[in-house]
């Protein structure tokens, strides 16, 4: 299996600055796309950010030109640089990632999500 785990979450005014990062482990073969997602308090979870193996990105509408997302394939780690934040990014911050894993000589698919991190945002 893969795990994946998140740091770097925390309190910061409007305005600051934030960097999460994901490292995933296990027995991993390949690493196709890696992604942030995010949940506020009584909304439903939303797609931030994602990055494709060839480094491909999107953005939801609201983070263009003040998110930036990046992995590192030789460390398997995602990171998600967020800068002039907003009390309305305040939420719990999700990794995804999907790939391929090898053990015992089989190939497998896996998706998998971290465990959360929170980022609070304060006016």
């Known amino acids: 299996q893969v795990q994946l785990v998140e740091s770097g979450g925390g309190l910061v005014q409007a305005g600051g600055s934030l960097r999460l990062s994901c490292a995933a482990s296990g027995s991993i073969f390949s690493i ?4 942030w997602y995010r949940q506020a308090p009584g909304k439903q ?4 950010a994602f990055i494709t193996s060839s480094s491909s990105t999107n953005y ?10 990046s992995r590192d394939n030789a460390k398997n780690t995602v990171y998600l640089q967020m800068n002039s934040l907003k009390p309305e990014d305040t939420a719990v911050y999700y990794c995804n ?5 090898y053990y015992g000589g089989k190939y497998s698919d896996f998706g998998s999500w971290g465990q959360g ?3 609070t945002v304060s006016s």
Request: glycine share 12%; aromatic share 4%.
């Open 45 to 48: 979870r939303e797609l931030v």
């Open 60 to 69: 939801e509408d609201s983070v263009k030109g003040r998110f930036t997302i």
């Open 32 to 35: 196709n796309t890696m992604g």
């Open 117 to 119: 991190t929170q980022v």
């Open 97 to 101: 990632a999907d790939g391929l894993t």
